[in-house]
């Protein structure tokens, strides 16, 4: 097939997706303190190679946004991030995770406590069957915060632009909240125990434009708190919210597939000059 | 038209037979099974009404709260003291099976490897089948051969009669908890025991409970294990279950119904009465209990 110059499939892109590409800071061009040094991280599930050839810094208190086709494992790279994948049988890491300069897949490290410093969000809300403010208080008050409770599930709701909706109805079950309320929800919970950064797995696909909007304002407002990651499907939440992006490729090998990191850059540059074909074709909406 | 329909129309012709034949064995498979069914409510309802038509005329205020009158054949009197045995020695049986029911079902969903996991199953399987005087053999072999006859015994006997009931309804209602709920108490930074107990265990709570009355309801009308482990018929109540037999439901039907008095056998019958409404009640509730739980764990 005859490709057209990357100039014009950026152009394509732009026009495609019609939307402001989040501001080039400072940050964005990655002048801030690193948070993750990822070296030439390669995943295994059992013999199969899932994604392979990350190399990447995530920098502090920036949003970066992880994207690529279905399978190119967005998710797997997410979770190596904070130890979640520890429990799938098969699992296998090799290659290096700096967490602030510290390998945090080194034998002395202890993954709970990784993961406690580290928050997720997940593709569905996933509320515990509590009332809304046990949902918030159950963490803390596990993990030794028990100062001021209240205090605290009040801010966590307040961080998670949800407090003026609930704030009637701490005590009633959150599994009768809307999507869109227990996915903030969920996000109020894992900011209540004050984790350094945020890892949000397609936290808006399962929730309706109005709901993604509040989301994606939040996360805006987290910026300044906190270090963001956050994977998406949708292009133009990626444009909307992220300052770096990196786009993930299905690579096919006598049959086996696995996903390796094509291009990390700045989200301007992956959407307007993409430095490789497959970014480009990704972007412009041409897979495979 | 004519020239496209025509084919389909012979092709359903040369089937047609056959399709019949389908038909009626489908039809046959459906008629056998349903009968089947009503045998089995027929069945049930045949029981249940000749023990409500027979034992009613027994059934008054005194007989549930009064102790039996001295010797067989007198007038009067209750089964008040093998109604409070009985729930005794179910109970402290259930104090024993219910939490250990609960740990093994833990160890099955949440630490047991693929390896480990499946003979312990197996195992809850055979204790399930094993036929409850068996069980009762052994626990007389063991307790009552040394020692004496007491409620105790008739307690370990149904507490392992009741042990893979409840480990198995507790195994099924935990694997229906959410992963995701696993998922965000993981991602949470909390210790694996935190999240068993803080959330897997009371988001399965009612359909354990659920289970545990299943269970209980069995036990209340098991005779074999009381027959060799606490085989007495008295008219005081006794609670000393370590030290003695204690009267109980079960005995009390057996007793009587071998009686040769009239009397007696009305006395059995409305002691079966008061037995299937206990089992029924707590079935029924148990049941109903059970089907909110699943469809609130899994309609989420
Ligand atoms: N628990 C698992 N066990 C074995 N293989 C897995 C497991 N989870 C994911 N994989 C494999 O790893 C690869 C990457 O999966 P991953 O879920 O990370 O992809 P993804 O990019 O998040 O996909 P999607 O966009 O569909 O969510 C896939 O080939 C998948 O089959
Ligand atoms: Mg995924």
């Not at chain 1, 997706?17 to 995943?43: F, I, P």
């Not at chain 2, 093998?82 to 949440?110: C, R």
């Amino acid at each position: 097939m005859s490709l057209s110059p990357p100039e014009k499939i950026a152009e394509q892109a732009r026009s495609l997706l019609n939307v402001e590409v989040a501001g080039e800071s400072a940050a964005a061009a990655g002048g801030t303190e690193v948070v993750y040094e990822l070296r030439d991280v390669h995943v295994h599930y059992g013999q199969a190679l899932a994604v392979g050839g990350m190399n990447m810094r995530i920098h502090k208190n920036v949003i970066t946004a992880i994207i690529g086709p279905s399978g190119c494992g967005k998710s797997t790279m997410l979770r190596t991030l904070n130890r979640m994948n520890d429990a799938i049988p098969g699992f296998r890491l090799t290659g290096e995770v700096l967490y602030h300069d510290r390998s945090i897949y080194e034998r002395s490290i202890d993954p709970v406590e990784v993961r406690r410093r580290i928050g997720m969000v997940f593709q569905r809300p996933n509320p515990f069957p509590k009332s809304i403010y046990e949902n918030i208080a159950w963490a803390p008050r596990i993990l030794g915060l028990r100062a001021d409770l209240e205090e605290r599930v009040e801010n966590a709701l307040r961080a998670a632009a949800l407090w003026d909706e609930v704030k009637d109805r701490l005590k009633q079950s959150a599994l009768g909240l809307s999507g869109g309320q227990q996915q903030r929800l969920c996000i109020a919970r894992a900011l209540a125990i004050e984790p350094d950064v945020l890892l949000l797995d397609e936290p808006c696909s399962a929730l309706d434009p109005i709901a993604t909007a509040s989301v994606e304002e939040l996360m805006h407002e987290l910026k300044r708190d906190y270090t963001q990651v956050i994977v998406t499907h949708n292009m133009q939440q990626a444009a909307r919210v992220a300052d770096r992006t990196a786009f993930f490729s299905l690579n096919v090998e006598n049959g086996s597939r696995s996903g390796v990191l094509v291009e990390y850059d700045t989200t301007k540059k992956i959407f307007t000059s993409p430095g490789d074909q497959r970014t480009a074709d990704y972007i412009a909406g041409r897979f495979g | 038209m004519t020239t496209t329909s025509s084919p389909s129309t012979t092709l359903l012709g040369a089937e047609d037979l056959n399709l019949r034949r389908r038909r009626l064995t489908d039809r046959l498979m459906r008629l056998s099974a349903t009968a089947a069914a009503g045998v089995a409510v027929a069945v049930l309802a045949i029981v249940v009404g000749s023990v409500v038509i027979k034992g009613a005329s027994a059934l008054s205020i005194p007989f549930l709260t009064q102790n039996p009158a001295v010797g067989l054949g007198a007038v009067g009197g209750g089964i008040a003291n093998a109604i409070v045995g009985s729930a005794l020695i179910v109970a402290v049986g259930t104090a024993m099976a219910l939490p250990l029911g609960i740990l093994i079902a833990l160890y099955l969903t949440e630490f047991a490897t693929p390896r480990t996991a499946p003979p312990i199953r197996l195992v809850l399987d055979l204790l399930n089948g094993t036929p409850t005087i068996v069980i009762g053999v052994f626990i007389f072999g063991l307790l009552v051969v040394s020692h004496s006859q007491t409620g105790f015994a008739a307690s370990i006997a149904l507490a392992i009669i009741m042990l893979p009931l409840m480990a198995r309804t507790t195994q099924e209602m935990l694997l229906l908890v959410p992963g995701d709920l696993r998922n965000a108490a993981h991602a949470l930074g909390v210790r694996r025991w935190r999240m068993i107990l803080g959330i897997v265990l009371p988001s399965a709570l009612g359909g354990i409970l659920t289970g545990a009355i299943l269970a209980v309801a069995r036990a209340f009308g098991e005779t074999a294990p009381l027959l060799l482990c606490d085989s007495v018929f008295g008219n005081t109540t006794s609670l000393n279950i370590f030290g003695t037999a204690i009267p109980n439901i079960p005995m009390d039907i057996y007793r009587y119904s071998e009686s040769g008095f009239p009397t007696d056998h009305a006395r059995a019958w409305g002691a079966a009465l008061v037995l299937i409404a206990l089992i029924l009640v707590g079935n029924l509730s148990a049941r109903a209990m059970l089907a909110r739980q699943r469809r609130r764990l899994a309609g989420r």
